[in-house]
Every structure is written in C-alpha cells, then in structure tokens.
C-alpha cells in the first residue's frame, strides 16, 4: 500500500544525517500506464548526469533541514527536450537550493516520451507529473510539508511540463505556483523548440495535438501564480514562449513575474559562471518571500 510504502522511507529520512539526503519513492503503486520495460541509461554532459531512458518513474526526496511545523515543497523537472533529462544540473542541484532556502524539494525522474510511440508519447511524462503531486498532496502529513504550498520548478522541456500541470483540468491535481525558467511554452512551429516538438509528437502531430499542447492557450482562472526567467539571447528556447505565457497569464488577472536578461543563454541550472543571470536565485526567493511561501 502507498502509506505504508511512503512511511518507511519517512522513517528512512528521519534517521539520515546528510545535510542533502535522498529518498528515491516509486511514484506509482498501481500498473503503470504505458508501461513498457524500459531499463535506465544515463550519461554525461561534462560532469553532470543525465538520464536518457527511464525504467521507473520516482520522486528524488530532499527534505530541507530547516524544518517548520509544515515546510512547503517544490517539484523539480529538468529538462532536456522529452529525450533526456539533466538530473543534476536542472534537478539535484536545483533541490539542493531549495533545501538552503527553507524549501522541501522532490525531483521528478518522468517517463520520456522520445522513447514512446503513438498516444502514449504525450501521456507518459504528464501522467508522472499528475501521478507526483498527487502522491507528495495525498502524504503531506507524513513529509511534514503543507499541502497547500506545493509549487513546481520546471526547465526548458520540464517548463513545459510544468506549464502543463499547472493548467491541468483536474484543480485539485494542479500546484499552487509554478517558477518556469527558459520553458517551452508554445507548441505553434514558429516559435517552439523543434527537438521538444518531435519528441512530444513524433513526425505526424496534427492541429488538435498542437492546441491542446500550446500552454499559453490553455492559461484559466485558476492557474497558480508564477514567475518566469528568460534569457533575451536564448537561441534554443525563443523568449517569445515566456512572453506569450505571462501575457495569458496577465489577461486572467494571475500574480504572475517575468524577468528577461540578456545573458545567460539556455541550459543554465543555477547560472554560475553565465554573468548577470546567476542572480535568478535571488529574484525567485525574493519572489517567495512576497507570496509568503517561505519566510
């Protein structure tokens, strides 16, 4: 059973003494839909992992050690076009972050749809995404975490999918505020990332696919509130897909931010190194701090 599975790696934390400790938790405990048996393969960008095929979809807990009655939590997706995903760059580093910053963090290790065929390929990465919150939501008490402070951080691709969940038609299964950075908004050919575009629909996608998938689209009165980080001399993931978003964002009255540099480029995990784009840490925690989800 799912309580009983959650509970004893709860217990497994309780007893860590790593300042970034990890619990891997299956996110499913029922079949798993399109399933196919999938093993995991990894490689490098440098020295940063990353996952090219996935067996098991899981969340990555790192429990802050600054620990409040009820911390809030944020899932982490990285990107990498829904062909790859940059775990550490844009997922473990990301939550050790979040941890400094009072923050619980799960890192989404989703389903990649390059490496699925038919329908399938846009259900699996949404589906573990849905899948995620719902559980981290359902065991709040146990990860000491309130259920009504859990954002997302998406990247790139992981932007898109955050996007995605964040304008889910299920509420109850939507965040309640979402950071996107250099995301994949729009799935209109003229602006989106082609290699996200392919491994979403394959060589066929027809004018329903790409509707229902073009998030700026799809923005309600619900939408969680966001902020957004662009990079103006982004070659790779058009600023026009942050602009189209905080535009429908702002024509739903959404507490929304977006912060456009000039630098930084694509792919920049936390900046280091990239110039002036290394201080959107501090936009977003100061961003934080004024919608009261940290202290």
């Not at 359902?138 to 691709?157: L, Q």
């Not at 994949?184 to 790409?210: A, C, H, Q, R, Y």
Request: charged fraction near 20%; proline fraction near 5%; hydrophobic fraction near 35%.
């Amino acid at each position: 059973m799912r309580f009983s599975y959650i509970l004893s790696f709860y217990l497994l934390i309780i007893y860590s003494k790593s300042i970034f400790s990890q619990e891997k938790i299956s996110i499913y405990d029922k079949e798993i839909p399109c399933y196919q048996n999938n093993q995991d393969s990894i490689a490098y960008e440098g020295e940063n992992l990353i996952y090219r095929k996935i067996k098991t979809p899981e969340i990555w807990y790192y429990p802050s050690e600054i620990k409040v009655k009820e911390n809030p939590a944020v899932i982490v997706i990285p990107g990498g076009g829904y062909a790859q995903l940059s775990f550490e760059k844009e997922g473990t580093h990301i939550a050790e972050w979040l941890n400094k910053i009072g923050v619980d963090a799960f890192v989404l290790k989703h389903r990649l749809p390059a490496n699925y065929y038919g329908s399938c390929k846009q259900m699996v990465a949404f589906d573990d995404a849905k899948e995620a919150i719902n559980l981290i939501r359902e065991n709040s008490s146990k990860f000491k975490i309130d259920p009504n402070m859990i954002g997302v951080i998406g990247f790139s691709a992981g932007g898109h999918l955050a996007s995605s969940l964040s304008n889910h038609k299920i509420i109850e299964s939507r965040p309640n505020f979402s950071v996107l950075l250099y995301p994949v908004i729009t799935m209109n050919p003229k602006n989106t990332n082609l290699w996200t575009f392919t491994s979403l629909f394959g060589d066929k996608p027809n004018e329903e696919m790409i509707l229902k998938f073009s998030n700026e689209l799809n923005v309600d009165s619900y939408t969680p509130p966001t902020i957004i980080i662009h990079s103006d001399n982004d070659m790779v993931v058009v600023p026009e897909n942050s602009i189209s978003y905080y535009s429908a964002l702002r024509k739903n009255n959404i507490p929304s931010a977006l912060h456009i540099w000039e630098d930084g480029g694509h792919g920049y995990g936390l900046g280091k190194g990239r110039g002036s784009i290394e201080s959107w840490p501090t936009i977003v925690e100061e961003w934080m701090r004024l919608r009261r989800i940290i202290d």
